[in-house]
C-alpha cells in the first residue's frame, strides 16, 4: 500500500499546476501565448503589466512547467509548453461557464450585449470559405496573425479597423474573429462594421479553437 507522504507529495505536484494558474494575470497570459510564441515586452502590452510583473508572471508558469522559452538574439521569446496546456486553459474557461455563478455578468461588462453580436460556427466559416462567398478579418495585433491565422484570412487589427472599411468588399458578408470566445475585439469588430451597414458575424469562438479542430491555418503575414 502506498506511503501517505508520498500520495500527499503526488496530489501537491498536480495542484502546483492550479496554482500557477491561481491569478488572472497569469491566465490572460496563458490566452495570450495560446495565439503563438511572444516576447515578454509583447506579452507586457496585451495584459496592461510592467514588464517586470509580467517576467514575474512567466517565472511561475515556467516554474509549473506549462511555459517554454526559446532565445533569439538579444530577446527570450515565450510559448506554452504543449498544447495540452492550451486543452487545460480551454477546460479552465468552460468549467467556468458552468458553474462560475457570476461568470455571465463578469463577461457581459467587458464584452457588452453579446446577443446583438451574430455569432458564425467552425463548421459553416469552414464550408463558406471553400466557397468562397465570405471574407474573414483576423482582429487581434499582427504578431498574433503572423504566429498563426485561419487560412485565407486577412489581418486587420482592431484599432485600424475603421479606417479600413471601406477597402472591404460591400456585397459580402464579413467574419472577424480573435483570441477566443471571451476576446472582445471580434465584438467591437462585429458593431463597428454592422453601424457602417456591412453584414458580419464574429466566429463563435477564436483561433486556437480552429486550429485545434484541426482547420487550415497558415503563419506569415500574408493571408
Not at 498536480?14 to 495570450?32: H, Q, W, Y
Not at 471601406?166 to 477566443?180: F, I, K, M, Q, T
Amino acid at each position: 500500500m502506498g506511503d501517505r507522504a508520498a500520495k500527499d507529495a503526488l496530489f501537491d505536484g498536480f495542484a502546483e499546476i492550479g496554482k500557477a494558474l491561481a491569478n488572472g494575470r497569469r491566465a490572460e497570459v496563458v490566452d495570450v501565448l495560446a495565439q503563438g510564441e511572444r516576447h515578454v515586452e509583447g506579452i507586457a502590452a496585451e495584459i496592461g503589466q510592467s514588464v517586470a510583473n509580467t517576467s514575474f508572471h512567466l517565472r511561475g508558469l515556467a516554474s509549473a512547467g506549462l511555459v517554454a522559452t526559446r532565445p533569439d538574439r538579444n530577446r527570450v521569446y515565450y510559448r506554452l509548453a504543449s498544447d495540452r496546456v492550451i486543452e487545460l486553459w480551454a477546460a479552465l474557461r468552460d468549467a467556468a461557464v458552468a458553474h462560475h455563478g457570476e461568470l455571465d455578468q463578469l463577461a457581459a461588462a467587458y464584452l457588452g450585449n453579446v446577443k446583438a453580436v451574430e455569432e458564425m460556427t467552425r463548421d459553416e466559416l469552414a464550408r463558406r470559405l471553400d466557397a468562397g462567398d465570405v471574407v474573414v478579418l483576423d482582429v487581434r495585433p499582427e504578431a498574433e496573425f503572423a504566429a498563426g491565422h485561419i487560412a485565407g484570412a486577412r489581418s486587420i487589427p482592431i484599432d485600424g479597423l475603421s479606417a479600413e472599411v471601406r477597402s472591404l468588399p460591400d456585397d459580402v458578408e464579413v467574419v472577424a474573429y480573435c483570441r477566443g470566445p471571451f476576446c472582445v475585439f471580434a465584438h467591437d469588430a462585429v458593431r463597428l462594421l454592422r453601424r457602417q451597414g456591412r453584414p458580419a458575424r464574429r466566429l463563435e469562438d477564436g483561433f486556437p479553437e480552429w486550429r485545434r479542430a484541426g482547420l487550415p491555418t497558415s503563419e506569415g503575414l500574408s493571408a
